[in-house]
């Protein structure tokens, strides 16, 4: 179990699209709308887990293009939320007093925006499916159960690092409001890299 959990350590701190998210959403909308993104994000995982689960991974070998449309739509996702991060609009935060419903409208956004950032990834099931098997033992008990927990320590664990990365965020944007030309910077920086990540996806290939 602590070479399991050093595992996803040692995951979960490299640099990806959904720290980039993470701090980006804490920077320009606050600490509550980057939690709600992290929980999209676990919620993400816990999908990937059930699909690992199910042999979804076996069906992306047996027909490839089934691995190719979720890799075209996650890179197509991030870059519309890279090249949204660009627009100067997007300095704009929410408001403390705005309306109720925009404000439950937002936080809506925020989960869709942390699950389908994770979802549409296929790596993210992939690296499930080549990693849980490892550590089940078939003669420690039922192999269902293993897995079960296995998958509720990688959500867990994913949770915890995602929720530092949005508190992060919020303290960075509470520093950034003291400076706009930091702000665009800080603004052009992660939306870049989300570009940059949302390539990157477009062009991988299946081990």
């Given at each position: 179990?602590?070479?399991?959990?050093?595992?996803?350590?040692?995951?979960y701190l490299l640099p990806g699209p959904d720290?980039?998210?993470?701090?980006?959403?804490?920077?320009?909308?606050?600490?509550?709308?980057?939690?709600?993104?992290?929980?999209?994000?676990?919620?993400?995982?816990?999908?990937?887990?059930?699909?690992?689960?199910?042999?979804?991974?076996?069906?992306?070998?047996?027909?490839?293009?089934?691995?190719?449309?979720?890799?075209?739509?996650?890179?197509?996702?991030?870059?519309?939320?890279?090249?949204?991060?660009?627009?100067?609009?997007?300095?704009?935060?929410?408001?403390?007093?705005?309306?109720?419903?925009?404000?439950?409208?937002?936080?809506?956004?925020?989960?869709?925006?942390?699950?389908?950032?994770?979802?549409?990834?296929?790596?993210?099931?992939?690296?499930?499916?080549?990693?849980?098997?490892?550590?089940?033992?078939?003669?420690?008990?039922?192999?269902?159960?293993?897995?079960?927990?296995?998958?509720?320590?990688?959500?867990?664990?994913?949770?915890?690092?995602?929720?530092g990365y949005a508190l992060a965020g919020a303290?960075?944007?509470?520093?950034?409001?003291?400076?706009?030309?930091?702000?665009?910077?800080?603004?052009?920086?992660?939306?870049?890299?989300?570009?940059?990540?949302?390539?990157?996806?477009?062009?991988?290939?299946?081990?």
């Amino acid at each position: 179990m602590l070479l399991y959990l050093f595992a996803l350590a040692m995951v979960y701190l490299l640099p990806g699209p959904d720290m980039i998210l993470l701090l980006q959403t804490g920077a320009r909308h606050g600490r509550s709308q980057a939690l709600t993104t992290a929980l999209g994000l676990g919620i993400a995982r816990a999908c990937h887990v059930g699909l690992a689960a199910l042999g979804l991974a076996a069906l992306f070998k047996a027909a490839p293009w089934t691995f190719d449309v979720v890799r075209l739509a996650g890179a197509a996702y991030l870059l519309w939320i890279g090249v949204r991060m660009l627009r100067p609009g997007s300095l704009a935060s929410l408001s403390a007093g705005g309306e109720g419903s925009e404000r439950a409208l937002n936080w809506r956004a925020a989960l869709q925006q942390g699950l389908l950032t994770n979802l549409l990834n296929p790596k993210a099931l992939l690296f499930c499916s080549v990693l849980l098997p490892q550590f089940i033992d078939a003669h420690a008990g039922p192999v269902a159960a293993q897995f079960l927990g296995l998958g509720a320590t990688l959500v867990g664990v994913g949770l915890l690092f995602d929720s530092g990365y949005a508190l992060a965020g919020a303290w960075i944007g509470q520093w950034l409001d003291k400076s706009p030309r930091a702000q665009r910077l800080q603004q052009w920086l992660f939306g870049s890299l989300l570009i940059g990540f949302a390539v990157r996806l477009a062009f991988i290939q299946q081990a």
